[in-house]
């Protein structure tokens, strides 16, 4: 296992080699590789706030009760000067003990030149207390005037239950953020430790991590898939629910692809492991989440600007309450100073500014990733909010990229089977899915072929090599043209089969058309209301594909496509995607073919099927994994409400501090002769950041159908 890296969720720039704090924010550092064990790590953290908060109640509420210990009757004769010592007593294991982490953090904050919330909680109670103790200590230090009854004033109570109420802050923010790892965590549970090996023909129990690729493996009936690979015996049903999102069991027979983490039915299988470790799409997604939970969204940007200077602002600000309260403010002028100016530091804390887009964001990414989207980074999230223009591939995205084989037609002096052998020869060589479909045609005709020999793929067009001492083409009948060959004894045949919905391969044998192979791949069936939904969102649909313009605007039609172009190259969907954005449009490109990458890349945010090839994953800003278009309308709907979600936090950020800051100044002293306590400061302060969290988890539960 590789050594754990350590970053900041609102500051993934901070990396380090072990765990600790932010020293920007403070914020606990969180590992970067997910591992199952990461929860304990963070669990030990919460329950180390928990234990200096609960030391932190039991001390302050005694220190609350002595400190009104004039308007409790059975504490009221308890001599002034001795409760003041009980109290100091008892309020300084909670500010130096339960306390210690804020004073540590702060002083971090001091060293590195980056204050934070920690910075204005660590004066605050550091004043009070601190002025708390030098007047219990050199009580003839202080005039007369400072003095109530000749007690000197003391604000121990003030500083042990900010500090409690801060802790309270902190362990309910802890507990919020462990839970948006949930979805993380739940996908690694789904991994079985044990996979069953079967070598030289005895079949033994070996830890997954030993597995490697090409080993055979057994899975029983109701066992979980070990690693990704492809069925070599048996048949059976796996629920790929987990992965997928859909709750029917599929089929598996020999030759059939299977996901790690998803459950065999009642069949027994063999397996050829082909992805282990990190490259199975279990992991990717465990990465891609985890990774993007800790991206930065641009509208952070405007948070990270008004935090810069925020802190330095707050500290003027208070130091400016103190003069003002000293120089004007009625007696004790000292005690009104001070207490104001602490309660100006307490409530300035920017913990609900800083947390606002971070906590929508990991919640949002763990919510799409248990809806079968997965968000590369923040900037795709929040991209996606403003695309209007929706550019989509054919293959594999409004059709089930299955095509099958629906005719043959050969030309003068070739039969159907020389047509159909001489195809499959050459496009064995090739991943393509209209090669596939040829190969399966020619096979369920049990026809065979030796390997061809100077192969070569034609981006966009087709293949092209020596097959049995021939010069053999197969691909786009334009690709024949190019080649010399007369095309017109079979270009009704061709033109007919098109406007039927048909793909037309031509095949080309030493320079002469041998025939026409028409090839069909049905529209799934989620795809008529999947555009629909789109539509009603506002968005301009726009249909790419490098197949035939006759079979492009004949789906176009049947669905209701705005805007249909056939025959693209892969260049050719980069240009348009360029085209378009260049017209101030916001573009959104789904594809799922290693054609689709440049185009992907291309636009403002790009979604890969994950049914697809890794090449679009990579280039994709998001994947759905389940290859389903009614994913887009659901990635678009997270990404408004995130970006909503993020909207109201800050907005609620803002004018907390907006209005809670000159409040704890004393604004409303002069007209209604009120005053806000420190402790009431402290707790509204970690009331706002629970408050934002709170806001953000809402998130978990969003319904991405409506």
Same mark, same amino acid.
Request: charged share 20%; glycine share 10%.
């Given at each position: 296992?590789?050594?754990?890296?350590? +970053?900041?969720?609102?500051?993934?720039?901070?990396?380090?080699?072990?765990?600790?704090?932010?020293?920007?924010?403070?914020?606990?550092? *969180?590992?970067? =590789?997910?591992?199952?064990?990461?929860?304990?790590?963070?669990?030990?953290?919460?329950?180390?706030? &928990?234990?200096?908060?609960?030391? #932190?109640?039991?001390?302050?509420?005694?220190?609350?009760?002595?400190?009104?210990?004039?308007?409790?009757?059975?504490?009221? =004769?308890?001599?002034?000067?001795?409760?003041?010592?009980?109290?100091?007593?008892?309020? &300084?294991?909670?500010?130096?003990?339960?306390?210690?982490?804020?004073?540590?953090?702060?002083?971090?904050?001091?060293?590195?030149? =980056?204050?934070?919330?920690?910075?204005?909680?660590?004066?605050? +109670?550091?004043?009070?207390?601190?002025?708390?103790?030098?007047?219990?200590?050199?009580?003839?230090?202080?005039?007369?005037?400072?003095?109530?009854? #000749?007690?000197?004033?003391?604000?121990?109570?003030?500083?042990?239950?900010?500090?409690?109420?801060?802790?309270?802050?902190?362990?309910?923010?802890?507990?919020?953020?462990?839970?948006?790892?949930?979805?993380?965590?739940?996908?690694?549970?789904?991994?079985?430790?044990?996979?069953?090996?079967?070598?030289?023909?005895?079949?033994?129990?070996?830890?997954?991590?030993?597995?490697?690729?090409? /080993?055979?493996?057994?899975?029983?009936?109701?066992?979980?898939?070990?690693?990704?690979?492809?069925? +070599?015996?048996? @048949?059976?049903?796996? /629920?790929?629910?987990?992965?997928?999102?859909?709750?029917?069991?599929?089929?598996?027979?020999?030759?059939?692809?299977?996901?790690?983490?998803?459950?065999?039915?009642?069949?027994?299988?063999?397996? %050829?492991?082909?992805?282990?470790?990190?490259?199975?799409?279990?992991?990717?997604?465990?990465?891609?989440?985890?990774?993007?939970?800790?991206?930065?969204?641009?509208?952070?940007?405007?948070?990270?600007?008004?935090?810069?200077?925020?802190?330095?602002?707050?500290?003027?600000?208070?130091?400016?309450?103190?003069?003002?309260?000293?120089?004007?403010?009625?007696?004790?002028?000292? #005690?009104?100073?001070?207490?104001?100016?602490?309660?100006?530091?307490?409530?300035?804390?920017?913990?609900?500014?800083?947390?606002?887009?971070?906590?929508?964001?990991?919640?949002?990414?763990? $919510?799409?990733?248990?809806?079968?989207?997965?968000?590369? =980074?923040?900037?795709?999230?929040?991209?996606?909010?403003?695309?209007?223009?929706?550019?989509?591939? @054919?293959?594999?995205?409004?059709?089930?990229? @299955?095509?099958?084989?629906?005719?043959?037609?050969?030309?003068?002096?070739?039969?159907?089977?020389?047509?159909? %052998?001489?195809?499959?020869?050459?496009?064995?060589?090739?991943?393509?899915?209209?090669?596939?479909?040829?190969?399966?045609?020619?096979?369920?005709?049990?026809?065979?072929?030796?390997?061809?020999?100077?192969?070569?793929?034609?981006?966009?067009? #087709?293949?092209?090599? $020596?097959?049995?001492?021939?010069?053999?083409?197969?691909?786009?009948?334009?690709?024949?043209? !190019?080649?010399?060959?007369?095309?017109?004894?079979?270009?009704? *045949?061709?033109?007919?089969?098109? !406007?039927?919905?048909?793909?037309?391969?031509?095949?080309?044998?030493?320079?002469?058309?041998?025939?026409?192979?028409?090839?069909?791949?049905?529209?799934?069936?989620?795809?008529?209301?999947?555009?629909?939904?789109?539509?009603?969102?506002?968005?301009?649909?726009?249909?790419?594909?490098?197949?035939?313009?006759?079979?492009?605007?004949?789906?176009?039609?049947?669905?209701?496509?705005?805007?249909?172009?056939?025959?693209?190259?892969?260049?050719?969907?980069?240009? $348009?995607?360029?085209?378009? @954005?260049?017209?101030?449009? +916001?573009?959104?490109?789904?594809?799922?073919?290693?054609?689709?990458?440049?185009?992907?890349?291309?636009?403002?945010?790009?979604?890969?099927?994950?049914?697809?090839?890794?090449?679009?994953?990579?280039?994709?800003?998001?994947?759905?994994?389940?290859?389903?278009?009614?994913?887009?309308?659901?990635?678009?709907?997270?990404?408004?409400?995130?970006?909503?979600?993020? $909207?109201?936090?800050?907005?609620?950020?803002?004018?907390?501090?907006?209005?809670?800051?000159?409040?704890?100044?004393?604004?409303?002293?002069?007209?209604?002769?009120?005053?806000?306590?420190?402790?009431?400061?402290?707790?509204?302060?970690?009331?706002?950041?629970?408050?934002?969290?709170?806001?953000?988890?809402?998130?978990?539960?969003?319904?991405?159908?409506?």
């Amino acid at each position: 296992m590789s050594e754990a890296t350590y +970053t900041c969720p609102m500051h993934p720039q901070v990396r380090q080699d072990h765990s600790g704090e932010c020293p920007i924010c403070g914020m606990t550092l *969180e590992p970067i =590789n997910v591992h199952s064990n990461d929860k304990e790590e963070g669990k030990s953290e919460l329950d180390d706030m &928990t234990r200096r908060f609960w030391i #932190g109640v039991a001390f302050s509420v005694p220190v609350l009760i002595l400190s009104m210990g004039r308007e409790l009757p059975l504490i009221r =004769n308890v001599p002034a000067q001795l409760s003041i010592v009980i109290q100091g007593g008892l309020s &300084t294991p909670v500010v130096l003990w339960a306390g210690a982490p804020f004073f540590s953090r702060a002083w971090r904050s001091l060293i590195h030149r =980056n204050m934070n919330m920690f910075t204005l909680v660590a004066l605050g +109670t550091g004043t009070a207390y601190g002025f708390s103790l030098f007047t219990t200590l050199f009580p003839h230090l202080l005039p007369d005037s400072l003095r109530h009854a #000749g007690i000197p004033p003391v604000y121990f109570e003030a500083a042990a239950v900010i500090t409690t109420l801060v802790l309270l802050g902190q362990v309910l923010e802890l507990r919020a953020r462990s839970g948006t790892g949930k979805a993380i965590q739940a996908l690694l549970r789904l991994t079985p430790n044990i996979a069953h090996r079967i070598q030289t023909g005895v079949e033994q129990d070996a830890p997954i991590d030993q597995i490697l690729v090409g /080993d055979l493996l057994r899975v029983r009936p109701g066992e979980k898939i070990p690693v990704d690979g492809r069925v +070599t015996e048996g @048949k059976t049903f796996v /629920d790929e629910s987990m992965i997928t999102g859909e709750p029917i069991p599929v089929a598996k027979e020999t030759g059939e692809s299977v996901v790690a983490g998803t459950i065999n039915g009642n069949g027994s299988i063999v397996m %050829r492991a082909e992805k282990v470790g990190g490259e199975t799409l279990l992991a990717r997604i465990v990465q891609m989440v985890s990774e993007a939970q800790r991206s930065r969204a641009p509208i952070q940007r405007l948070a990270d600007k008004v935090s810069g200077w925020f802190v330095p602002a707050v500290i003027l600000l208070a130091v400016s309450t103190f003069a003002v309260w000293m120089i004007w403010g009625p007696i004790p002028s000292l #005690g009104y100073a001070l207490v104001n100016a602490v309660a100006v530091l307490i409530i300035a804390c920017p913990c609900a500014l800083g947390l606002a887009t971070p906590m929508s964001i990991m919640v949002a990414v763990g $919510r799409g990733a248990h809806a079968g989207i997965l968000v590369k =980074n923040a900037e795709s999230l929040e991209a996606l909010e403003k695309v209007d223009t929706l550019v989509i591939d @054919k293959t594999g995205t409004l059709t089930e990229g @299955k095509p099958t084989v629906t005719a043959l037609h050969p030309a003068s002096g070739f039969d159907e089977e020389t047509l159909l %052998r001489s195809a499959a020869a050459l496009e064995s060589r090739s991943e393509h899915p209209l090669a596939s479909a040829i190969v399966k045609a020619a096979k369920e005709r049990s026809l065979s072929w030796s390997e061809p020999e100077n192969f070569d793929s034609i981006t966009g067009g #087709g293949v092209r090599g $020596r097959w049995e001492g021939k010069e053999i083409v197969v691909g786009k009948p334009s690709l024949l043209a !190019e080649k010399g060959m007369n095309l017109s004894e079979t270009a009704d *045949e061709a033109k007919r089969l098109a !406007e039927s919905g048909n793909t037309v391969i031509a095949v080309g044998i030493d320079g002469k058309v041998a025939g026409l192979i028409a090839l069909n791949d049905p529209i799934k069936q989620t795809t008529p209301e999947a555009v629909q939904t789109l539509n009603r969102l506002g968005l301009r649909l726009v249909m790419m594909t490098g197949d035939n313009s006759q079979t492009a605007d004949r789906i176009g039609k049947t669905l209701g496509i705005d805007e249909v172009i056939g025959g693209v190259l892969p260049q050719g969907k980069y240009d $348009r995607i360029v085209e378009l @954005k260049k017209t101030g449009k +916001t573009v959104v490109m789904a594809g799922d073919g290693i054609n689709d990458a440049p185009a992907l890349a291309a636009a403002d945010v790009g979604i890969a099927m994950g049914t697809g090839t890794d090449v679009a994953m990579h280039s994709a800003g998001i994947t759905l994994i389940k290859g389903d278009l009614r994913g887009i309308a659901q990635a678009i709907a997270l990404s408004r409400a995130t970006m909503r979600n993020i $909207r109201q936090n800050l907005l609620f950020a803002f004018l907390y501090n907006g209005l809670g800051i000159p409040i704890a100044a004393g604004a409303l002293y002069p007209t209604f002769g009120l005053l806000l306590s420190p402790m009431i400061a402290s707790a509204a302060m970690s009331l706002s950041s629970v408050s934002v969290i709170g806001n953000a988890l809402r998130l978990r539960n969003l319904d991405l159908d409506r």
